[in-house]
């Protein structure tokens, strides 16, 4: 199996270690090839989101590192790209004109009952004073909010595959501990992933908290509904620090195994082609 990454931040968003510093760790692990992926630009000010004025910047060291190691593992220009509503998204102009490697489209900010756009990706504890504050403690509005907007992203399409596909599900769980046992929940993720099914969409198994809190996203219990709609798996990291970057992967890889997955995606030679595992 080619070890690889798609997700991971730098500090041109929120991570903590150089591009370059990522690079050389993937060197030292064997990794093939690698994804660095900014939180995109958005409309509003932000402290995770990178500058708009800095992209440019970013495409250029990606340039140079690309050509700097050549022929030592195949590096990836990317962003993680906020939907923000029918505007701002992956699909719009601004976005595909950019020249990217590839795009993933994540959901981290959605509108309150008045159509107020809050972070709802912080903390668990920073997430429950929000849903009291800006949702009117109306956790089911958040969770159904949630979903609505990635079906609404990934109906528009622009992207490669979609990141951390029930990222809610942790804080939300945090809030009201059983919620994703409730039928209404689980139907509306079976839904979301027929629906995803049908569009079909790549899906981002993402392990960035599986370390700390054994939670992947989508969650394990998933898997099975994944592989009987056949839905294609990029597994990624969404690293903030380089040691990092493989967290969680043979655990996943496992999992996945066990449900009777083979593959996931990679890209090799700019075109995303099977991964066996
Ligand atoms: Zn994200
Ligand atoms: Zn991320």
Same mark, same amino acid.
């Given at each position: 199996m080619n070890l690889t990454n798609y997700h991971s931040h730098t500090p !041109?968003?929120?991570?903590? $270690?150089n591009i370059e510093e990522f690079i050389a760790t993937a060197l030292f692990w064997g990794f093939s090839s690698y994804g660095v992926s900014p939180h995109s630009p958005i409309p509003y000010t932000s402290s995770c989101n990178m500058l708009r004025e800095r992209v440019d910047e970013y495409i250029l060291e990606m340039d140079m590192l690309k050509k700097k190691y050549e022929g030592e593992i195949e590096i990836y220009t990317g962003m993680e790209i906020d939907y923000l509503g029918k505007e701002w998204n992956a699909a719009n102009s601004y976005f595909q004109t950019l020249p990217l490697d590839y795009r993933i489209a994540s959901v981290h900010f959605i509108p309150n009952q008045e159509g107020e756009y809050h972070d709802i990706d912080g903390s668990a504890s920073k997430f429950v004073a929000l849903v009291d504050k /800006? !949702? +009117?403690?109306d956790i089911k509005y958040v969770v159904e909010t949630y979903f609505e907007n990635m079906i609404n992203m990934i109906d528009l399409g622009g992207f490669d595959f979609v990141g951390?596909?029930? +990222? &809610?599900s942790m804080n939300a769980s945090a809030y009201s501990p059983t919620i994703t046992e409730s039928k209404w929940y689980k139907d509306l993720i079976q839904d979301y992933f027929r629906f995803i099914a049908h569009k079909g969409a790549v899906l981002e198994v993402n392990t960035k908290a599986y370390s700390k809190s054994s939670f992947l996203f989508p969650n394990v219990q998933h898997f099975k509904t994944l592989k009987e709609l056949n839905i294609p798996l990029v597994v990624n990291s969404?690293? /903030? &620090?380089? $040691?990092?970057? +493989? $967290?969680?992967f043979k655990e996943t890889y496992a999992l996945l195994k066990e449900i009777g997955f083979r593959s996931t995606m990679q890209l090799y030679k700019g075109k995303w082609i099977e991964n066996p595992f």
């Open positions: !041109y968003c929120d991570g903590r $270690s /800006h !949702y +009117k403690g951390h596909p029930d +990222k &809610v969404d690293a /903030h &620090v380089p $040691s990092l970057m +493989k $967290s969680g």
